[in-house]
């Protein structure tokens, strides 16, 4: 049985990086497509692998799934900006759309792994969407360059986690949203989570995870 492969996504200084401050070092690998560094102390304990050519983006996945327990990719946003550009020196036209559409589905089926719990950072959009009545509503979505995968990431993830920042009086909390609210597209096990809201702690989600399954 293939490991949950879960989605991280909100806007820039939502919390996704820092959710990952609790995962344990020794058995954890950060591929770092940002190359930005991680905005928490324990960082340095980490094992990154910075990346930023599809030759060692697919090394680095393959390095991740064979030596740790959980992987993470940080960031689906930067992959799919280093792939756009990459097709763009080798084709023209529609061959650089379909060499990277071709090119997401292929990342995304080797990230499904029996060794390893695969988790993606990606970047959210607002997006309006026509209804066959002629109306309209908005929806939350992971960001994807390109139409063939505009709103379908989403279902290639067991988990989708939205982060979301609440601010109170003399507070501020970042949290993940476990289920969708009608305009995110954020999701999670049946009867996993009995709130909508979580701290955003990714170490916690995945234990969570463990024990729904045990």
């Known amino acids: 049985m293939n490991k949950p492969l879960i989605g991280i996504v909100g806007s ?8 990952l401050r609790n995962l344990p070092p020794k058995d954890t690998i950060i591929i770092d497509l940002e190359r930005k560094g991680l905005p928490f102390r324990e960082a340095k304990n980490f094992q990154i692998i910075s990346a930023n ?16 327990e959980v992987v993470v990719i940080e960031s689906f946003t930067k992959y799919c900006e280093i792939l756009i550009e990459a097709a763009q020196k080798m084709y023209k036209g529609y061959d650089v759309w379909s060499y990277y559409n071709k ?10 792994s029996e060794k390893a719990t695969v988790v993606i950072t990606a970047i959210d959009e607002i997006v309006k969407i026509m209804q066959p009545t002629g109306g309209e509503y908005n929806t939350r979505r992971i960001k994807v360059q390109g139409k063939v995968h505009e709103g379908c990431i989403e279902k290639e993830l067991l988990l989708v986690l939205f ?14 949203q476990t289920n969708s609210d009608g305009i995110t597209s954020a999701k999670t096990p049946l009867g996993m989570f009995k709130d909508l809201y979580i701290p955003n702690d990714l170490n916690t989600v995945i234990t969570s995870l463990e024990e729904y399954y045990a």
């Open 12 to 19: 820039s200084g939502s919390g996704k990086s820092t959710s």
């Open 53 to 68: 050519t599809l030759p060692d983006i697919d090394k680095a996945i393959a390095t991740g799934l064979n030596n740790a």
């Open 103 to 112: 090119a997401i589905r292929k990342t995304l089926e080797s990230l499904k």
């Open 163 to 176: 982060t979301e920042v609440r601010r109170e009086k003399d507070s501020i909390e970042y949290c993940f």
